[in-house]
């Protein structure tokens, strides 16, 4: 695994503030602001173009790593925070060796993420496959096992940790994780993440881009 791989590219807005670890792929038009971390621990992480991620969003590709693993993971994350001068992302490997964790020698499975989709404040996501132009909204949480069609919904604090495939429209709310379909997907956010492609480097430094946008948006039609 490239432990230093980082791709960002141009149009999109990623605040330095952010945590961005191992091989991680970020689309055009993209947004991720300050306090977001993402980590391509066990993986590759691609996130197509136009995504919004909020503050305190964790996106990690855990591969086979248990919940004590990453509870010592995220909480030595916290401490330690990522270089930010000569090009390189904070070291992976050591972060491994500490919680007892190695990497096999083949590459994981990436964790692929469409384009237009919005992670609200503090959402946590460690689903491998997520569609396009869907909505997670504040401190819901998705499990390893469970994949997401396009133009979902996953409301506040909703929890999906066990295997599950959200199909296209379906909105999950409430306390016992209750569904139903939609009719219209999310609008994406367009004016809202053009306003803050405006308003974010006025206030904090960003990562800068280094490869060129695709020729077209994926999973744009």
Do not use: W
Not at 95 to 113: A, F, P, R, S
Not at 161 to 167: A, G, N, Q, T, Y
């Amino acid at each position: 695994m490239n432990y230093d791989s980082l791709r960002i590219a141009k149009g999109a807005v990623v605040c330095a503030e952010a945590d961005l670890r191992g091989d991680v792929t970020v689309g055009a038009s993209t947004i991720i602001h300050p306090k977001v971390r993402i980590f391509a621990y066990a993986g590759p992480i691609v996130i197509g173009d136009g995504c919004l991620i909020e503050e305190q969003t964790v996106i990690i590709n855990r591969g086979d790593m248990s919940d004590e693993d990453l509870a010592k993971f995220m909480k030595e994350t916290e401490t330690r925070p990522p270089q930010t001068r000569g090009g390189r992302n904070a070291p992976l490997r050591s972060l491994q060796v500490q919680t007892n964790y190695v990497c096999g020698k083949q590459q994981g499975e990436t964790l692929h993420i469409g384009s237009y989709n919005v992670f609200e404040v503090g959402t946590h996501v460690e689903s491998l496959k997520i569609g396009s132009n869907n909505v997670f909204e504040s401190k819901c949480k998705l499990g390893q096992q469970v994949t997401v069609g396009d133009g979902c919904v996953v409301s506040v604090f909703c929890v999906l940790d066990k295997e599950d495939h959200l199909d296209n429209m379906t909105v999950v709310y409430g306390p016992g994780n209750q569904r139903r379909k939609q009719q219209d997907k999310p609008m994406p956010q367009t004016q809202q993440l053009e306003f803050l492609a405006k308003v974010l480097p006025n206030f904090h430094n960003l990562k800068k881009s280094n490869v060129s946008p695709s020729p077209e948006p994926i999973g744009k039609k």
